[in-house]
């Protein structure tokens, strides 16, 4: 874009085009002679010409600077994410000046030196006017060029206050003087304000795994910040943004933190060392949605905090403005509060859970468990058979008999709560003791779990005991070879083969439950779709590959009826309308036993409002 006849106008970028060839990182040789790579068109430029003609460049030089600060998005997206790199949208950028007037008063950009110690291409600086307060540093030299460049096209900085650091394995004597001055001096320290959008890579995960499957150690564990700080606050050294955090903390005392990252370092379980550590007054935020950053896909709150380190205070809870945009990214606005908690080691649901594991007796299905926040409620299911990767890494648990009905509850209230980018990170914890008098919660939580889409128990994997049916009641065509799901809910735990299953010196279910209309309705839907599906063996005694069985559960139902895609991946539809319509109608009457449900998860203390 920025060429003229074949030949790049500005010379400080990653690749210059030169004619008929690509120029890359130009270095000095042993000789001190330059020595470019090169990079050759592979069709003799047609395609490159083709294009051209098409389209006209460079574009009018009062757009170049916006263009060049924007570079970082061409930047391949694996290493974007390696870095943890992403450009903040100029609307995040003015707001959180305005937060930081709001906090430290409309004179703060004469009062108070700033620096930006994860500066990329220096755009969370536009805007500030007094550039002999201002410091900038980066990780790539390129972008410290580009800053320069910036620079000459009117960028308010000072070229020798924008500099390449690397701030979490650099000794700060490599600082300028003038920053050093500041950060050496206890009250100028004070008046110095850490301005950031620090990386969000985390060391394992899903961006930072290679084709092996192997994690890419490097992302987050190779600084010096990780291993001085590893042993003290444990797996919070994963995250880059907590790196900048922990050193910041230590190094430049009784500074102004104001940075944007995720929540976790408030409310999550993996950050309980690093709260016990870093301690520090919180002044004011915002949040926003993390996909109105640049390439970056996430449903989850990005937030904006102002933290005065100064004052050591414990982090219990903050309260932030959530702020919205429109579709261009033009415009932002405030519209309501969000509050994240912090919680101690045993306030996770987990811990609650962990009361009635069950050991001893025969399995009638496993839990699969992972994190206790709503960002991973999709890994929370039911199923006849864990994976080894689940058995390894401890993310399961088995139901029996004796704990069915609050492995069914802690299902019920991981699923029946909609998630929103608000909600994302935020904690299911420890209950309140009322859910145990509250006998319609436990049916509403037992039905809805039982029906819901994240039961994946199959008869193809063992005995399926969560057939909640008689056969009377869905005309089956033989016996099913488990009636414990029905006889469970009909209290008739008494004959032998269910007592098999079981040790007898633990007292059986006697007593029917009682399920509430909204319950009622689910079982009613679900009935009419097991019993339509009994009556498709005399026609499709296959379908889409999937054999028919007597024994079938909701997931096998629905696997015959949607059959599979090439990858082996469930279909979202199915060509059956008959099915169609009775799952939908099942899936709206759970919709609504989920309204139900969900008061009584805020209200029970499994998740705060």
């Known amino acids: 874009m920025l060429s003229h006849e074949n030949e790049t106008l500005k010379d400080k970028l990653y690749v210059l085009l030169r004619k008929n060839e690509y120029e890359l990182d130009r270095k000095l040789d042993e000789m001190g002679m330059f020595n470019p790579r090169k990079a050759y068109f592979l069709d003799k430029q047609k395609a490159h010409q083709r294009f051209w003609n098409k389209y006209e460049r460079p574009p009018k030089e009062e757009y170049w600077d916006y263009i060049v600060g924007r570079r970082d998005l061409l930047v391949p997206q694996d290493i974007r994410e390696r870095k943890g790199s992403f450009f903040t949208p100029q609307i995040w950028v003015e707001l959180s000046q305005k937060y930081l007037a709001d906090v430290l008063g409309e004179d703060w950009q004469d009062e108070y030196y700033i620096w930006d110690c994860a500066a990329g291409t220096g755009n969370l600086l536009a805007g500030l006017t007094n550039k002999r307060r201002i410091w900038a540093s980066t990780l790539d030299r390129q972008d410290v060029d580009v800053m320069h460049d910036r620079i000459k096209n009117g960028a308010n900085l000072l070229e020798?206050?924008?500099?390449?650091?690397?701030?979490?394995?650099?000794?700060?004597?490599?600082?300028?003087?003038?920053?050093?001055?500041?950060?050496?001096?206890?009250?100028?320290?004070?008046?110095?304000?850490?301005?950031?959008?620090?990386?969000?890579?985390?060391?394992?995960?899903?961006?930072?795994?290679?084709?092996?499957?192997?994690?890419?150690?490097?992302?987050?564990?190779?600084?010096?910040?990780?291993?001085?700080?590893?042993?003290?606050?444990?797996?919070?050294?994963?995250?880059?943004?907590?790196?900048?955090?922990?050193?910041?903390?230590?190094?430049?005392?009784?500074?102004?933190?104001?940075?944007?990252?995720?929540?976790?370092?408030?409310?999550?379980?993996?950050?309980?060392?690093?709260?016990?550590?870093?301690?520090?007054?919180?002044?004011?935020?915002?949040?926003?949605?993390?996909?109105?950053?640049?390439?970056?896909?996430?449903?989850?709150?990005?937030?904006?905090?102002?933290?005065?380190?100064?004052?050591?205070?414990?982090?219990d809870s903050i309260e932030t403005d959530i702020a919205l945009n429109n579709v261009n990214r033009t415009m932002a606005w405030l519209e309501g509060k969000k509050v994240f908690y912090s919680f101690g080691a045993n306030d996770f649901i987990s811990s609650w859970l962990r009361l009635f594991y069950d050991k001893k007796n025969a399995e009638i299905g496993y839990l699969i468990l992972p994190g206790v926040d709503m960002q991973q409620q999709n890994g929370v299911y039911i199923t006849s058979r864990p994976t080894e990767s689940d058995i390894e890494q401890h993310k399961t648990t088995t139901i029996t008999q004796n704990n069915i009905v609050q492995m069914l509850i802690y299902l019920s209230v991981r699923h029946c709560v909609e998630p929103d980018w608000t909600n994302n990170r935020d904690q299911f914890l420890f209950p309140n003791g009322n859910w145990e008098t509250d006998t319609e919660f436990q049916s509403d939580c037992i039905a809805y779990a039982l029906f819901h889409g994240q039961n994946k128990i199959s008869a193809s994997e063992g005995t399926n005991h969560w057939i909640p049916f008689t056969e009377d009641e869905v005309d089956a065509r033989d016996n099913f070879d488990s009636n414990f799901m029905s006889d469970f809910i009909a209290g008739k735990l008494k004959n032998d083969k269910d007592i098999a299953l079981f040790e007898k010196d633990k007292p059986m279910r006697q007593t029917p439950l009682v399920f509430s209309p909204e319950a009622q309705a689910v079982f009613e839907a679900g009935k009419a779709l097991w019993a339509y599906y009994h009556t498709t063996i005399y026609n499709f005694p296959i379908l889409g590959g999937q054999k028919w069985t007597v024994n079938a559960s909701l997931y096998d139902i629905k696997e015959y009826f949607q059959a599979r895609n090439e990858k082996g991946k469930m279909n979202n539809k199915s060509a059956d309308e008959t099915y169609t319509a009775l799952i939908g109608t099942l899936r709206e009457k759970l919709k609504e036993l989920a309204k139900k449900i969900e008061p009584k998860v805020y209200e029970y203390g499994f998740l705060k409002a």
């Open 160 to 315: 020798d206050r924008v500099f390449q650091f690397d701030f979490l394995n650099d000794d700060f004597s490599k600082l300028p003087k003038s920053l050093q001055n500041i950060i050496n001096d206890t009250e100028k320290r004070k008046k110095l304000i850490i301005y950031i959008n620090p990386p969000y890579a985390e060391h394992g995960s899903r961006a930072t795994i290679n084709a092996q499957g192997e994690h890419k150690a490097s992302v987050a564990t190779a600084s010096k910040v990780h291993e001085n700080f590893q042993g003290i606050v444990g797996t919070a050294t994963r995250e880059l943004f907590a790196q900048f955090f922990l050193r910041v903390y230590k190094d430049i005392p009784e500074a102004i933190l104001a940075s944007f990252s995720t929540m976790k370092f408030v409310n999550s379980q993996n950050f309980l060392k690093f709260r016990q550590y870093f301690k520090a007054d919180y002044k004011k935020g915002f949040i926003c949605k993390a996909n109105s950053f640049d390439n970056v896909k996430g449903k989850f709150p990005i937030a904006f905090s102002i933290w005065d380190l100064s004052n050591k205070k414990d982090i």
